[in-house]
């Protein structure tokens, strides 16, 4: 079971070409009931030629793999990429996900007038950090040399920091009791964005939360939350 719960916390990328040529493809071979949560990002191969990638996880990557076992395509081999970026898949229709909500109770429903912020390619947008990316001289390396980061003290709900391996990780307090102190940085464009997602890798998400700086107003914002399928 617990096997089944990283697979399906993992993200891949296959290349769409052969008898995998398209989304529809993918999802039948995959066995899948909708095309609605794939998404498909446009890549140049290495002979500098447009390709299509579609997005899918563990799971059913192995389902595919058997797929093609029984339904030989000659001469063809999938390509298969894992990606260990951070995802983010911010739902546009809900305030899936957002850290220590369960968005799928009634009182969590998005009302007929609501838009779920921060939109997924929405920039600037606020992130909180707990951990080294609070450290400016960390964003420095990953960003660029001259970056100045301009943090504010703030803080969270909905989380609480735990021990994984030896670092402190951010996981959802359902009970939304727990505050988790640390910094916000409004990131600025989605080239920083996928910096950051490569540095926290494929164990953390990003999801939604809401970041309280002061006196102001909370900020809709976004943060690194650990995928708890990857503790042991």
């Given at each position: 079971?617990?096997?089944?719960?990283?697979?399906?916390?993992?993200?891949?990328?296959?290349?769409?070409?052969?008898?995998?040529?398209?989304?529809?493809?993918?999802?039948?071979?995959?066995?899948?009931?909708?095309?609605?949560?794939?998404?498909?990002?446009?890549?140049?191969?290495?002979?500098?030629?447009?390709?299509?990638?579609?997005?899918?996880?563990?799971?059913d990557k192995l389902v595919i793999e058997r797929w093609l076992r029984e339904?030989?395509?000659?001469?063809?081999?999938?390509?298969?990429?894992?990606?260990?970026?951070?995802?983010?898949?911010?739902?546009?229709?809900?305030?899936?996900?957002?850290?220590?909500?369960?968005?799928?109770?009634?009182?969590?429903?998005?009302?007929?007038?609501?838009?779920?912020?921060?939109?997924?390619?929405?920039?600037?947008?606020?992130?909180?950090?707990?951990?080294?990316?609070?450290?400016?001289?960390?964003?420095?390396?990953?960003?660029?040399s001259d970056f100045q980061a301009e943090y504010y003290a703030a803080k969270?709900?909905?989380?609480?920091?735990?021990?994984?391996?030896?670092?402190?990780?951010?996981?959802?307090?359902?009970?939304?009791?727990?505050?988790?102190?640390?910094?916000?940085?409004?990131?600025?464009?989605?080239?920083?964005?996928?910096?950051?997602?490569?540095?926290?890798?494929h164990v953390y998400e990003v999801v939604r939360c809401s970041i309280e700086?002061?006196?102001?107003?909370?900020?809709?914002?976004?943060?690194?939350?650990?995928?708890?399928?990857?503790?042991?």
């Open positions: 079971m617990k096997e089944k719960r990283r697979l399906r916390a993992s993200t891949f990328l296959v290349k769409l070409e052969g008898p995998l040529h398209s989304v529809q493809t993918v999802i039948q071979a995959a066995y899948k009931s909708s095309a609605d949560s794939t998404q498909v990002l446009a890549a140049t191969d290495l002979s500098g030629q447009p390709s299509s990638l579609s997005k899918i996880n563990g799971i339904n030989p395509y000659p001469g063809f081999t999938p390509i298969f990429i894992r990606d260990l970026n951070a995802p983010k898949d911010l739902s546009s229709t809900s305030f899936h996900p957002t850290l220590g909500l369960d968005t799928t109770l009634p009182q969590y429903r998005l009302g007929s007038d609501e838009i779920p912020r921060p939109a997924q390619k929405e920039y600037p947008a606020w992130y909180f950090f707990y951990g080294t990316l609070a450290d400016s001289s960390v964003l420095a390396k990953l960003l660029s969270i709900r909905g989380g609480a920091l735990k021990t994984w391996v030896r670092y402190n990780v951010l996981v959802d307090d359902p009970s939304r009791t727990n505050l988790v102190h640390g910094k916000a940085l409004l990131v600025q464009t989605r080239e920083e964005e996928e910096r950051l997602r490569a540095y926290e890798t700086m002061g006196s102001e107003e909370p900020a809709n914002g976004l943060t690194f939350r650990f995928i708890t399928d990857m503790m042991d």
